[in-house]
């Protein structure tokens, strides 16, 4: 129960980190010459942050901690995101954030889902055969 915990945790703060590296220094939004504006993030910043996630939930979810996994990068995400963008004052942060959380829990708790019903059926082909 405390090694869960103590996964959950980590991976509260390797989650939150990871938003750091890859999002949260890039605060300025882009003006084209059509005049649309985006940003503040491009497609390979998100792909950064996504790609080190899997790699962190599909070893934790391996190794037998994919509820740690699914909680502690939802909770570590939706903070950094709370964080990042809570100096909006229009208060759509909020909204954000709440996007953040729901589909990070659904897709990394999909995820881990998955990784852990192929590793555990290695592992009982291993000890099988």
Do not use: N
């Not at 103590?6 to 703060?13: F, M, P, Q, R, S």
């Not at 890859?22 to 059509?34: F, P």
């Not at 910043?45 to 740690?68: D, F, P």
């Not at 939706?78 to 729901?102: Q, R």
Request: proline share 1%.
């Amino acid at each position: 129960m405390i090694r869960h915990l103590v996964a959950a945790v980590l991976l509260t703060a390797v989650a939150a980190a990871d938003w750091a590296v890859w999002l949260g220094w890039d605060q300025k939004y882009v003006e084209h010459s059509d005049g649309h504006v985006s940003g503040p993030y491009e497609a390979w910043q998100v792909v950064g942050l996504v790609a080190v996630l899997v790699i962190v939930g599909g070893v934790a979810a391996h190794l037998r901690y994919a509820l740690a996994a699914t909680f502690g990068i939802t909770v570590g995400l939706t903070a950094a995101a709370s964080y990042d963008w809570s100096d909006d004052g229009s208060g759509l942060w909020l909204v954000g954030a709440a996007a953040v959380a729901l589909g990070t829990l659904c897709a990394t708790g999909a995820a881990t889902a998955v990784i852990s019903a192929v590793s555990r059926g290695v592992r009982a082909r291993g000890t099988a055969g």
